[in-house]
């Protein structure tokens, strides 16, 4: 298997509307966003997902000579909890949008691992893709999940795979229906049931799987040091 297929990046030709076949997005201090390496035309799109997606919207836009940075209202990077909704549902319009402009997703990281400078995500050029949804999960607290921007069948299928018994209370968490919150029973995010945890990870890691969605990518995005909350979990499938 080639590198660019194990990379789930096709080896037809790329669009040639780039300098740079690699490029890089990182969440700086609380509520900036910082463009490495895009072309106008991808910071436009990216532009354009911020501001249909982030209801408080951009507070200020400035070009240095080495990235472009968004600035956000409302420090969307220092939230946590039932608050950290909109900054993930965000990312997801960010890295739709990328996807289906052919920019692979590489790998996320905190690479540089200083105060200021969040996560990245690395991104390699390569054909566009044919639609895709984008949608995340992410747990909080000892014992919620929430399912972001998912569609009904795996919203129905993740109740499934943890079982009517296992949910103590569910509900949409806002009008939108962005986001589905699972209550599970017990403690299932704590250092007593780990093993029994991770079992159910891998179950849904399968769930997935057979509804044809791969997983995106990890990545931490709270700014704060909470033990009571992970990494969120980003999936794609593509649109029939």
């Not at 300098?19 to 895009?38: N, S």
């Not at 106008?40 to 997606?53: E, F, G, P, Q, W």
Request: overall charge neutral; glycine content about 4%.
């Amino acid at each position: 298997m080639s590198k660019s297929a194990s990379n789930n990046i096709h080896v037809d030709s790329p669009p040639n509307y780039s300098v740079h076949q690699h490029a890089c997005i990182t969440l700086f201090r609380t509520d900036r966003l910082r463009c490495f390496q895009f072309p106008l035309s991808i910071i436009n799109t990216v532009r354009d997902a911020i501001n249909a997606s982030w209801v408080n919207g951009l507070q200020k836009e400035t070009q240095n000579i080495s990235f472009y940075e968004f600035k956000l209202k409302g420090n969307p990077w220092l939230r946590s909890g039932d608050e950290n909704i909109p900054s993930r549902i965000v990312i997801l319009h960010i890295l739709s949008a990328l996807h289906s402009n052919g920019w692979h997703l590489l790998t996320s990281n905190d690479f540089c691992r200083l105060l200021e400078d969040n996560n990245s995500f690395i991104f390699q050029l390569g054909v566009r893709s044919s639609p895709t949804l984008f949608f995340a999960i992410s747990r909080y607290d000892l014992d919620k999940l929430h399912v972001i921007c998912a569609p009904p069948d795996v919203i129905q299928r993740i109740r499934q795979t943890f079982g009517e018994n296992n949910i103590q209370r569910e509900e949409w968490f806002n009008d939108a229906r962005t986001c589905y919150r699972l209550k599970l029973s017990g403690k299932p995010w704590t250092n007593d049931e780990t093993v029994s945890s991770r079992i159910r990870l891998l179950s849904l890691l399968d769930c997935f799987t057979s509804l044809d969605c791969q997983l995106h990518t990890g990545i931490c995005m709270n700014g704060i040091i909470d033990s009571a909350e992970a990494d969120t979990w980003i999936f794609r499938r593509k649109i029939q």
